[in-house]
Nanobody
Framework: QVQLVESGGGLVQAGGSLRLSCVASGRTFSGYPMGWFRRAPGKERECVAQISWSGDSRYHADSVKGRFTISRDNAKLTVYLQMNSLKPEDTAVYYC???????????????????WGQGIQVTVSS
């Protein structure tokens, strides 16, 4: 398994920006798609964005499209989530996850991701 550690969360005012980072160690990082998920209070965990191992293919949920951007730097074993124009409804615990298999397709199930970070809090105040 790959170990994942998120950073960059915190408290920000509505309209502000944050960049989350997820550093990987352990199993080979390159070759595997990565994803960012979030769980808001009282809600189920949802996928926010996914990226192929090359970075050429990306998916963003409709709720964040145009505001969030996922990217990766394989040399640094790091995946990023740039979050702009933040809204109070973006408040959640954000999780980084590594896919269980190589190959790009939009993964709809949490079970398709085998390694998870511990999560990091993002709070957007109005």
């Amino acid at each position: 398994q790959v170990q994942l550690v998120e950073s960059g969360g915190g408290l920000v005012q509505a309209g502000g920006s944050l960049r989350l980072s997820c550093v990987a160690s352990g199993r080979t990082f390159s070759g595997y798609p990565m994803g960012w998920f979030r769980r808001a209070p009282g809600k189920e965990r949802e996928c926010v964005a996914q990226i192929s191992w090359s970075g050429d293919s990306r998916y963003h949920a409709d709720s964040v499209k145009g505001r969030f951007t996922i990217s990766r730097d394989n040399a640094k074993l790091t995946v990023y989530l740039q979050m702009n124009s933040l809204k109070p409804e973006d408040t959640a615990v954000y999780y980084c996850a590594a896919a269980q298999s190589t190959g790009w397709y939009i993964r709809r199930k949490e079970a398709d991701f085998g390694s998870w970070g511990q999560g990091i809090q993002v709070t957007v105040s109005s």
